[in-house]
């Protein structure tokens, strides 16, 4: 919206051909992203505890963790609108991607929002039951990658990186494989959204390499140079994931330890559901599951500590998602938040590796 009335008002102005750039564009959409979510979040607090929005914590997880009932939660929902407004004002509205990443978002969060609610509304923390968020999102994801192939926006087949030209066509598995991307990082990124500010950070620096990935995928020149395949309108993703950094920094102002606030389901599989279809879309799944590494870590820990309890009558964990078994091990909160950061840096580098290994 924005970027079309520069354009048709001011067509011959400095600010418009500086529009025209994705580069600009994106800093205006992580700037004004960021800006949105640093000034409407008290509001949002405020209006979240007169309405009684807070936390329910679960009995069965740390001790430490009884002082957060009480905090107000749903804080991603203001995170979904400033990203779905970056989209509107900064993006091109005639590239298919754009719109599609709109849906991502959205309908994920949708669901997130609905869970939320009811475990408000429930007082308890079940909330949607795990048959039925599979079945939405897994509908949401279906039917993305429909349009993926259907608008011919790629070709159905798994980039491998650190190989030049490697790929393996998979035809109408891809529905499988968008339906395993898709899910698999919103529900590993809810997996991981369990301490102050841990899941945020990685959100963040994931959303960076997709930044990078999707700037160079998109233009023809770098793409060439790197031995990336040029997929048509991918630059425009660039602006999205700058709008997820700018609102994740703001959130962050608000969600570090002790938060004031926390993002709840809409805001993570909301986000989590964006970070796949992008991947998805600029054909970088694995590159994201490098760059995610800490997500995956938390969902497999999951996956261990349950099978094992079912063949064996074993735990592996003292808890799981892997965050509490290190926190009933004795390290603080703040430690294991850090700590897991770190992490989340480290693999975000390695991801960013593949531009250059090759």
């Given at each position: 919206m924005f970027y079309y009335l520069v354009q048709n008002l001011f067509p011959e102005s400095i600010f418009s051909n500086l529009l025209r750039y994705i580069t600009a564009r994106a800093l205006f959409a992580a700037i004004i992203?960021?800006?949105?979510?640093?000034?409407?979040?008290?509001?949002?607090?405020?209006?979240?505890?007169?309405?009684?929005?807070?936390?329910?914590?679960?009995?069965?997880?740390?001790?430490?963790?009884?002082?957060?009932?009480?905090?107000?939660?749903?804080?991603?929902?203001?995170?979904?609108?400033?990203?779905?407004?970056?989209?509107?004002?900064?993006?091109?509205?005639?590239?298919?991607?754009?719109?599609?990443?709109?849906?991502c978002l959205l309908s994920f969060g949708a669901v997130g929002f609905v869970d939320d609610w009811l475990k408000l509304t429930k007082k308890n923390t079940k909330g949607v039951s795990f048959r039925w968020k599979m079945i939405t999102l897994g509908g949401a994801s279906l039917f993305a990658a429909y349009l993926m192939l259907h608008l011919d926006l790629i070709r159905p087949e798994i980039t491998i990186p650190f190989f030049k030209s490697a790929s393996a066509s998979i035809g109408l598995w891809f529905y499988l494989w968008a339906f395993l991307v898709m899910n698999g990082t919103s529900?590993?990124?809810?997996?991981?959204?369990?301490?102050?500010?841990?899941?945020?950070?990685?959100?963040?620096?994931?959303?960076?390499?997709?930044?990078?990935?999707?700037?160079?995928?998109?233009?023809?020149?770098?793409?060439?140079?790197?031995?990336?395949?040029?997929?048509?309108?991918?630059?425009?993703?660039?602006?999205?994931?700058?709008?997820?950094?700018?609102?994740?920094?703001?959130?962050?102002?608000?969600?570090?330890?002790?938060?004031?606030v926390f993002m709840g389901d809409v805001g993570s599989l909301g986000l989590g559901g964006l970070l796949g279809g992008v991947a998805l879309m600029t054909k970088k799944e694995l590159v994201l599951m490098l760059a995610g590494f800490l997500f995956v870590i938390e969902a497999v820990s999951v996956m261990l500590q349950v099978g094992s309890f079912k063949l064996r009558g074993k735990r592996i964990f003292k808890m799981a998602p892997?965050?509490?078994?290190?926190?009933?091990?004795g390290w603080p909160e703040s430690k294991v938040i850090v700590r897991f950061w770190i992490l989340s840096i480290l693999f975000a580098l390695l991801a960013l590796s593949t531009l250059k290994i090759r």
């Open positions: 992203s960021f800006v949105f979510v640093i000034w409407y979040m008290p509001k949002l607090i405020r209006g979240l505890q007169n309405r009684a929005v807070r936390q329910i914590v679960r009995d069965d997880g740390p001790k430490s963790h009884l002082a957060k009932a009480g905090t107000p939660t749903m804080g991603g929902l203001l995170m979904l609108m400033g990203i779905a407004g970056s989209i509107l004002f900064f993006c091109r509205w005639d590239v298919p991607q754009v719109w599609l990443a709109l849906f529900n590993a990124v809810n997996l991981t959204d369990g301490l102050d500010g841990l899941a945020i950070v990685p959100i963040m620096t994931t959303a960076f390499v997709l930044l990078i990935t999707s700037y160079v995928t998109g233009h023809a020149v770098f793409s060439t140079y790197l031995q990336y395949e040029h997929i048509v309108g991918a630059g425009e993703l660039t602006v999205v994931m700058a709008s997820m950094i700018g609102v994740g920094l703001g959130f962050l102002w608000y969600n570090a330890h002790p938060a004031s892997l965050h509490h078994h290190f926190e009933l091990s």
